[in-house]
């Protein structure tokens, strides 16, 4: 790698990392790197580029001759090096692995769950009232309510359930100090969703009559062939962290927020048509997702910064999100800002396929917190902004 000086580097975070604890005081940096220095190395997980502007985000989204998804999006790797369907697939494959999910998350569709989530916060609000006066809300309702929803869409059995928090947090969250825990948990997932996988098709395909996602995938075809067990493996893998994490994450930052600022959690409170609206605004300020990865596919220039062909680049969508040039106030969180086109859920053909059921699950359980409950604040300041650690509040305070 060339040094800084050679690469034209004036202002560069060689340590920019966008994961745990670097989290806490992100977007400090990111006023200071989209201030001073939009496009930067660091050298952190193998040594990246980082793109923080929106402009050039979104330019980067569109353009995937440039900039390719694979190896992975992720980066760190999420607990396996096999690419993840549809995510990491690049053109042409990618529009004929993406469409067979895209009818399942449909707006109509997703509506259809709209009782059945109403239904589920409601109850995991009663059992967040009778908990207690200080009760964990990330254990109670933001991590539950994902993981119960997505599983019934998905078709999980309810008795496996209560490992799947475990997986999440080592596979996704132990994966930069720890990438051997990320692994082993890894290979249990794998495990679990071929052995998921040997049950249904043993059952044969009369024996359910649902329609939940892995039925869905067993009956799909890609180019007139079923999809290979290693193909159907990659889609359940994804689904599964993508569907349980990063809507919990949202509903927990949200909820972080609201307790420490009373005045919008009364507003909203009282006007609860407004909460899709701070659902918006929270998604792109306080996102699950702040940064996905690409590699470069040939030799390009991004605000002056030469990029060299493979090189692994990242998206700092957190960055992006609050880019003065787009936001009035960037990092002020408005709860009824307008024209809020943010990049939570990313942009171009690998936009995020769950935006839709993340935002209703988010929406919902908002609205039936704030109706259950009168008031709440923090009863640990420590706790931090991100993540689906825990989110001790005060109730009724």
Sequence with gaps: MSTETERGLSHNKSDFDFHGRSLDNIFDEYQDILANGPVGHSNKYGGFWYITKSEDIFNAEQ????FAVGPSMLLPAFGTDVPLIPIDIDPPAHADFRKILLPMFTPMNISKLTPGMRETAQQLCQEVLTAGDVVDVSAKLARPMPTIIFSRLAGYPEQDWPIFDRWIDEIIYERTAHPETAYAAGRELNDYFDRLLDEREKAGPGADASNDLITQLLKA???????????????????????????????????????????????????????PTAAEEFLRTLS??????????????????????????????????????????????????????????????????????????????????????????????????????????????
């Design 63 to 66: 353009d995937p001759d440039t």
């Design 221 to 275: 075809e890609v180019k007139g062939r079923k999809l290979t067990r290693e193909e159907l493996l990659s889609y359940c893998y994804l689904l599964f962290l993508a569907g349980l994490d990063t809507t919990a994450w949202a509903i927990r930052s949200a909820l972080w927020y609201l307790a420490g600022n009373p005045q919008a959690q009364q507003q909203l409170r009282e006007d609860p048509d407004l909460i």
């Design 288 to 397: 699950p997702v702040q940064a996905m990865a690409r590699t470069a596919k040939k030799d390009t220039v991004v605000r002056g910064q030469e990029i060299k062909a493979g090189e692994r680049v990242v998206l700092v969508f957190g960055a992006g999100n609050r880019d003065p040039e787009v936001y009035e106030e960037p990092n002020d969180i408005k709860i009824d800002r307008e024209d809020n086109r943010h990049l939570a859920f990313g942009g171009g053909i690998h936009r995020c396929l769950g935006s839709n059921l993340g935002r209703a699950e988010m929406v919902i359980a908002m609205e039936e917190f704030l109706k259950a409950v009168p008031h709440f604040e923090r009863a640990n300041d420590d706790e931090p902004w991100h993540g689906v650690g825990p989110l001790t509040l005060k109730i009724g305070a």
